[in-house]
């Protein structure tokens, strides 16, 4: 790492709240940018990332894309902060497995609830693929609730960078018709998080 500070790029709302949060546990100087919607396929943005979304985390003059990926790189690269197992710690493939559950699984479930149109052309099936995105979501919730039962954060003894990307989207579950709420252990996760300092930084810095 050079002395240069990163610069992240996000919408309010968005996964990026993930990596603003952590960025935050890492203590650093970091330049967070708003990125408005009708900009994301601006010239400018795309010659940063190709793909027209947020988060993007620039590291060293390097853009680093998908949230899951960010998180693991400044797990990597900041292991003072402790964001997670150690590479070779027996917790370390559990690490994987939430960041990868979380990025691959519940983050795309999702977008068929947000954006159902994507999905089906005639407006009439819009509610259908809603509803099926909601079962996927909820079943998702479940495994995640049943995991925190009898656990405070999501891997080992103590707060990782999982916990991070866990939180925005345990939000987004609020406005659900079966709220984030509804599941105990998830709720009271989301009480944790919110009382994070880095967490209530991030959160004030983009107005949620």
């Known amino acids: 790492m050079t002395d240069t500070p990163r610069r992240l790029y996000y919408m309010p709302g968005t996964c990026a709240l993930a990596v603003h949060v952590t ?14 919607r009708d900009q994301l396929r601006s010239p400018e943005y795309l010659a940063v990332n190709p793909m027209g979304v947020v988060p993007t985390l620039v590291q060293d003059g390097t853009p680093l894309v998908e949230a899951g990926a960010i998180l693991l790189t400044l797990t990597d ?13 027996k917790d ?3 690490f994987y497995r939430w960041i990868a559950f979380l990025s691959g699984t519940l983050h795309p479930h999702f977008w068929p609830w947000f954006f159902a149109a994507r999905y089906a052309v005639p407006e009439e099936m819009h509610e259908a693929v809603r509803a ?10 479940d495994v995640i609730n049943t995991h925190l039962a009898n656990r405070t954060w999501l891997v080992g003894d103590a707060m990782t960078a999982a ?4 939180f925005p989207m345990a939000l987004w579950g ?3 018709p079966r709220p984030t709420t509804s599941w105990p252990f998830l709720s ?7 009382a994070n300092p880095g967490t209530q930084a991030a959160l004030k810095a983009q107005g949620i």
Do not use: C, T
């Open 23 to 36: 960025l935050e546990w890492v203590g650093k100087p970091y330049e967070a940018i708003e990125q408005p």
């Open 77 to 89: 690269s900041e292991p003072d902060a402790k964001l997670g197992p150690a590479v070779g710690h």
């Open 92 to 94: 370390r493939p559990e």
């Open 132 to 141: 099926a995105a909601i079962k996927r979501i909820e079943g998702d919730f």
């Open 163 to 166: 916990d991070a990307l866990l």
């Open 174 to 176: 609020l406005a659900l």
């Open 188 to 194: 009271a996760h989301i009480e944790r998080m919110n």
